[in-house]
């Protein structure tokens, strides 16, 4: 299974960036994917995760501001980030989770600072 993320970058507070996920190797449409971050000295924590049945979950710091969607066509899951703020700051990994099996992708820095 491998899990390649992309899309992070330098962005200024209120800009918007685009996560992307592909992943390969997994049956991907019956999975549960998930976006999560880790600040520098604090915990990874969840922000985003939607199931196979399209229930989504996000972390109350990013409610209104981010979407993660998937297309399984594509083995993609993305997340979309708006309104971004300093606080945002952290390295980005995706997630995917199916039948007791978790698979991590390569984190990607996002840094919100002007």
């Known amino acids: 299974v491998q899990l390649q993320a992309s899309g992070g970058g330098l962005v200024q507070p209120g800009g918007s960036l685009r996560l992307s996920c592909a992943a390969s190797?997994?049956?991907?449409?019956?999975?549960?994917v998930g976006w999560y971050r880790q600040a520098p000295g604090k915990q990874r924590e969840t922000v985003a995760t939607?199931?196979?049945?399209?229930?989504?979950n996000y972390v109350d710091s990013v409610k209104g501001r981010f979407t993660i969607s998937r297309d399984n066509a594509k083995n993609t899951v993305y997340l979309q980030m708006n309104s971004l703020k300093p606080e945002d700051t952290a390295v980005y990994s995706c997630?995917?989770?199916?039948?007791?099996?978790?698979?991590w992708g390569q984190g990607t820095q996002v840094t919100v600072s002007s």
């Open positions: 190797g997994v049956f991907f449409s019956l999975a549960t």
């Open positions: 939607l199931t196979r049945d399209g229930v989504r």
């Open positions: 997630n995917v989770n199916i039948q007791a099996n978790s698979y």
